[in-house]
C-alpha cells in the first residue's frame, strides 16, 4: 500500500520545550505505522518561551523537516518590559500585578497583531508552500495553532488550491480561551479576530479539537469538528520503579509539574495546605510541595510567605524525560485550570502523563469540566472547584492517611485510550 503525505504547519517544534510541541510531534512518529508520511513545515529562527533538547529523541529519523525564517516582534518587546517574556507562551499578569508597560504591551498585542505577533511568516509561507505544493503530491495538509496565525496560513493555501484537504487543529481555543478578554480589544480589533476565527471554522475540511467540550463549541460556530484529545506515550511513561519506590516513601509529596500562571492559581489549596502543616505536626513533619517547570514569580512568592516556605521543593525547568521521573516520584499530582465557565473544555496535556504514572490527581476548575470526565472515567482523582476548602482538606488527609500505611491507591482504569498510538490511529482513521 502507498503510504499517503501529510503537510504538518507548525510553529512548535523541537527543541522547543512544554506541551504544544509534544501533540505533532507523536502524531509524526507514529502516522507511518498507519499508512501517513509526515512532512514538517516550521520556522527556521522561531522564539520559543521553553527550550528541551529530550525531545529531539522522539523525532522519526528519515522525517523530511522543511522550514523558512520568520521575523516575530517578540525579541524588540522583550527589551522594552522583561515581563513581555510570558506573553509567547499565552501569559499575563494580570489586576494589581500590572505595570503600565504590561498594560500597553497587552494593548500593542490585542490590536497590532492579529492574530498574533507570528502573523509576518504568514504571507512568506504561503508563497513558499504554493511553491512546494506544486512540486511534491501532499494529501493532507494540517496547521496547528495557537499561533492561530498558522491557520492564516491554511487558509492562503485554500484559497490557492481549492480542492486541497486541510484539517485546522485548535490546541487551544481562539477567541474562547480565557486570556482573550485580558487582551484590551478594540471593537474593530475583536470583530476581525473573530471574522477570521469564523472563516477557518468554515473552510478546514475538519477542525479538530483537543476537548469534548471546545468540538461542541467549534461545532455551534460552523466548524466540522472532532476531538482528539491529547495523550501519553507508552515509551515515555516507564520509570524503572526502583527510581520511583525509593524515593516515594520518603515523604508524602504533592506535586505541580509544568507551567503556572497567575490566571490558574489554587490559592485555596496553598491555605488548605497551610492550614495542615500549621494544625497537624505529624503531616508537616512528613509533607513535600514539588514545583517543577516555570511557576509565576508572584505565585511563589505569596506560598513562601506562609507555613509552606520550609515545606517547598522548587526544581525549576526540567527536560521532559525528567519531568515524568518527578510525577513518578510523587504521591498526589496537581492539575489547574482557569477558574470560568468558558474554560470548562480545556484539557491540559499533562493530565495523560499523569494518568500514566497511575498516581492520583487533584485537580482545580470550573465545574462540570471535561478533566473531571476524565478523571471519573479512569478512577484518578478528583476534580474540585477554586471555593472548595473543606472537600479538599478531607481528600489530601485521605490520601496522606493511605501513604502512611504503604498502600496509596494506584487504580486508575482504561487508560489505553489516551495512549498516543491509539489517538493517532483515530487521527488515521479521520485522516483516510
Same mark, same amino acid.
Given at each position: 500500500?502507498?503510504?499517503?503525505?501529510?503537510?504538518?504547519?507548525?510553529?512548535?517544534?523541537?527543541?522547543?520545550?512544554?506541551?504544544?510541541?509534544?501533540?505533532?510531534?507523536?502524531?509524526?512518529?507514529?502516522?507511518?505505522?498507519?499508512?501517513?508520511?509526515?512532512?514538517?513545515?516550521?520556522?527556521?529562527?522561531?522564539?520559543?518561551?521553553?527550550?528541551?533538547?529530550?525531545?529531539?529523541?522522539?523525532?522519526?529519523?528519515?522525517?523530511?523537516?522543511?522550514?523558512?525564517?520568520?521575523?516575530?516582534?517578540?525579541?524588540?518587546?522583550?527589551?522594552?518590559?522583561?515581563?513581555?517574556?510570558?506573553?509567547?507562551?499565552?501569559?499575563?499578569?494580570?489586576?494589581?500585578?500590572?505595570?503600565?508597560?504590561?498594560?500597553?504591551?497587552?494593548?500593542?498585542?490585542?490590536?497590532?497583531?492579529?492574530?498574533?505577533?507570528?502573523?509576518?511568516?504568514?504571507?512568506?509561507?504561503?508563497?513558499?508552500?504554493?511553491?512546494?505544493?506544486?512540486?511534491?503530491?501532499?494529501?493532507?495538509?494540517?496547521?496547528?495553532?495557537?499561533?492561530?496565525?498558522?491557520?492564516?496560513?491554511?487558509?492562503?493555501?485554500?484559497?490557492?488550491?481549492?480542492?486541497?484537504?486541510?484539517?485546522?487543529?485548535?490546541?487551544?481555543?481562539?477567541?474562547?480561551?480565557?486570556?482573550?478578554?485580558?487582551?484590551?480589544?478594540?471593537?474593530?480589533?475583536?470583530?476581525?479576530?473573530?471574522?477570521?476565527?469564523?472563516?477557518?471554522?468554515?473552510?478546514?475540511?475538519?477542525?479538530?479539537?483537543?476537548?469534548?467540550?471546545?468540538?461542541?463549541?467549534?461545532?455551534?460556530?460552523?466548524?466540522?469538528?472532532?476531538?482528539?484529545?491529547?495523550?501519553?506515550?507508552?515509551?515515555?511513561?516507564?520509570?524503572?520503579?526502583?527510581?520511583? &519506590?525509593? $524515593?516515594?516513601? +520518603?515523604? /508524602?509529596? @504533592?506535586?505541580?509539574?509544568?507551567?503556572?500562571?497567575?490566571?490558574?492559581?489554587? #490559592? =485555596?489549596?496553598?491555605?488548605?495546605?497551610?492550614?495542615?502543616?500549621?494544625?497537624?505536626?505529624?503531616?508537616?513533619?512528613?509533607?513535600?510541595?514539588?514545583?517543577?517547570?516555570?511557576?509565576?514569580?508572584?505565585?511563589?512568592?505569596?506560598?513562601?510567605?506562609?507555613?509552606?516556605?520550609?515545606?517547598?521543593?522548587?526544581?525549576?525547568?526540567?527536560?521532559?524525560?525528567?519531568?515524568?521521573?518527578?510525577?513518578?516520584?510523587?504521591?498526589?499530582?496537581?492539575?489547574?485550570?482557569?477558574?470560568?465557565?468558558?474554560?470548562?473544555?480545556?484539557?491540559?496535556?499533562?493530565?495523560?502523563?499523569?494518568?500514566?504514572?497511575?498516581?492520583?490527581?487533584?485537580?482545580?476548575?470550573?465545574?462540570?469540566?471535561?478533566?473531571?470526565?476524565?478523571?471519573?472515567?479512569?478512577?484518578?482523582?478528583?476534580?474540585?472547584?477554586?471555593? &472548595?476548602? $473543606?472537600?479538599? +482538606?478531607? /481528600?489530601? @488527609?485521605?490520601?496522606?492517611?493511605?501513604?502512611?500505611?504503604?498502600?496509596?491507591? #494506584? =487504580?486508575?482504569?482504561?487508560?489505553?485510550?489516551?495512549?498516543?498510538?491509539?489517538?493517532?490511529?483515530?487521527?488515521?482513521?479521520?485522516?483516510?
Amino acid at each position: 500500500m502507498e503510504q499517503k503525505k501529510i503537510l504538518i504547519i507548525t510553529y512548535y517544534w523541537p527543541p522547543a520545550g512544554g506541551p504544544g510541541v509534544q501533540r505533532w510531534l507523536k502524531f509524526a512518529k507514529y502516522l507511518p505505522e498507519f499508512g501517513w508520511n509526515p512532512v514538517i513545515y516550521t520556522p527556521e529562527n522561531p522564539s520559543y518561551p521553553l527550550l528541551d533538547e529530550s525531545l529531539l529523541k522522539d523525532i522519526p529519523q528519515n522525517l523530511e523537516i522543511i522550514k523558512t525564517k520568520i521575523w516575530e516582534p517578540y525579541q524588540l518587546a522583550e527589551k522594552l518590559n522583561k515581563s513581555n517574556k510570558k506573553f509567547k507562551a499565552g501569559q499575563f499578569d494580570v489586576g494589581k500585578n500590572q505595570s503600565w508597560k504590561s498594560k500597553l504591551s497587552i494593548w500593542v498585542r490585542g490590536n497590532f497583531f492579529i492574530p498574533d505577533a507570528r502573523v509576518f511568516w504568514v504571507k512568506p509561507s504561503v508563497k513558499f508552500l504554493e511553491q512546494y505544493l506544486k512540486e511534491n503530491k501532499i494529501d493532507v495538509v494540517v496547521t496547528s495553532g495557537p499561533p492561530h496565525s498558522l491557520h492564516m496560513i491554511g487558509l492562503g493555501l485554500k484559497k490557492k488550491f481549492p480542492t486541497l484537504k486541510w484539517i485546522a487543529d485548535f490546541r487551544d481555543p481562539w477567541t474562547e480561551i480565557s486570556y482573550y478578554k485580558h487582551l484590551k480589544l478594540t471593537k474593530g480589533s475583536d470583530r476581525k479576530h473573530r471574522q477570521l476565527e469564523s472563516t477557518v471554522f468554515k473552510t478546514a475540511d475538519i477542525t479538530l479539537a483537543t476537548s469534548y467540550t471546545d468540538a461542541e463549541n467549534f461545532r455551534k460556530s460552523g466548524a466540522n469538528a472532532v476531538c482528539i484529545t491529547n495523550g501519553f506515550d507508552e515509551s515515555d511513561a516507564s520509570v524503572p520503579t526502583d527510581v520511583a &519506590d525509593e $524515593k516515594k516513601q +520518603k515523604t /508524602f509529596t @504533592l506535586s505541580y509539574i509544568g507551567v503556572l500562571e497567575q490566571l490558574r492559581n489554587p #490559592e =485555596n489549596l496553598w491555605k488548605v495546605l497551610d492550614e495542615l502543616v500549621k494544625e497537624n505536626q505529624e503531616f508537616a513533619d512528613n509533607f513535600t510541595l514539588k514545583f517543577a517547570g516555570r511557576i509565576d514569580d508572584k505565585i511563589l512568592q505569596s506560598i513562601e510567605n506562609s507555613n509552606l516556605k520550609s515545606h517547598i521543593l522548587n526544581l525549576g525547568y526540567i527536560s521532559h524525560d525528567r519531568a515524568v521521573e518527578e510525577m513518578a516520584n510523587s504521591n498526589l499530582l496537581l492539575i489547574t485550570n482557569f477558574p470560568n465557565e468558558s474554560s470548562r473544555g480545556i484539557i491540559p496535556g499533562k493530565i495523560f502523563e499523569y494518568l500514566a504514572t497511575g498516581k492520583q490527581i487533584i485537580s482545580f476548575g470550573p465545574d462540570a469540566a471535561d478533566v473531571s470526565k476524565i478523571l471519573t472515567k479512569t478512577g484518578a482523582g478528583i476534580h474540585f472547584g477554586y471555593e &472548595d476548602s $473543606k472537600t479538599v +482538606k478531607d /481528600f489530601i @488527609l485521605e490520601k496522606y492517611e493511605f501513604w502512611k500505611k504503604g498502600n496509596l491507591l #494506584e =487504580n486508575t482504569q482504561d487508560i489505553e485510550q489516551f495512549s498516543r498510538k491509539n489517538l493517532t490511529k483515530k487521527l488515521a482513521e479521520i485522516l483516510s
